[in-house]
């Protein structure tokens, strides 16, 4: 049983760029977690699925990010016109369903230059 | 507003002491708790959660964790640490409905031999 599993690993990029990154939760599992983590904090809470809809956004996630999740499986993160402030760790997690255990991924670390 | 203080920021014990996280969380109902840690370039793991019921509870690894509503607190406690445990350690709450998690933080824990 493989887990949840991000690509890229690292991301280098120049400001003004997009990126895009992909998640693919644990088969079956419903619930689909954005966060992102800055140097020293703990993760903060993006956005979430349930199965293809999107459900929640945070005020974090401004009109250059944008996330999918196409027939209920894996999902992208897509950051337009990167700032250096987009500088993180990119969490994704996922679970069955409501109230369970919220499995993490190994996380996309980006850097603007 | 939701929220969870990690009072602590850096604890550091020699390996075989015991060791106690602390965690205060805000939160107007029942609340769902969590303790996750990551190591260097990992992502998070699940050590235990609450979610109702016996306010001890226990996790992996020799961790165990209680809930105390009057305190509104949610302490970690392991009575001997090893020099593996040596990670972050954040604490979480989880808001129903959606089920998104609000982190402490984090508290980094070094380990003398």
């Known amino acids: 049983d493989t887990g949840v599993s991000q690509d890229p690993r690292h991301k280098i990029t120049k400001r003004g760029q997009n990126v895009t990154f992909r998640c693919d939760p644990i088969?079956?599992?419903?619930?689909l977690y954005w966060y992102r983590q800055t140097l020293g904090q703990g993760p903060e809470f993006l956005t979430y699925?349930?199965?293809?809809?999107?459900?929640?956004k945070s005020r974090l996630l401004s009109d250059r990010f944008s996330a999918e999740r196409p027939k209920g499986s894996f999902s992208t993160l897509e950051i337009q016109r990167t700032e250096q402030g987009d500088s993180a760790m990119y969490l994704c997690?996922?679970?069955?369903?409501?109230?369970?255990?919220?499995?993490f991924g190994p996380g996309t670390r980006l850097l603007v230059l | 507003a939701q929220s969870v203080t990690q009072p602590d920021i850096h604890i550091t014990v020699s390996e075989g002491a015991s060791l106690e996280l602390r965690c205060n969380y805000s939160?107007?109902?029942?609340?769902?708790l969590f303790w996750y840690v990551q190591s260097p370039g990992q992502g998070l793991q699940l050590l235990l959660k609450?979610?109702?019921?016996?306010?001890l509870v226990q996790g992996i690894k020799g961790f165990e964790a209680e809930f105390k509503r009057s305190q509104s607190s949610f302490n970690l406690r392991k009575p001997s640490v090893h020099w593996s445990d040596a990670a972050e350690y954040f604490c979480?709450?989880?808001?129903?409905?959606?089920?998104?998690?609000?982190f402490g933080t984090g508290t980094r824990l070094q380990v003398f031999p």
């Open positions: 997690a996922s679970s069955p369903s409501g109230r369970e255990t919220q499995y």
């Open positions: 088969s079956e599992h419903n619930r």
């Open positions: 699925f349930q199965n293809e809809a999107q459900l929640e």
């Open positions: 939160y107007g109902a029942t609340p769902y």
């Open positions: 609450y979610f109702s019921g016996d306010t």
């Open positions: 979480a709450v989880g808001v129903k409905n959606t089920d998104k998690l609000i």
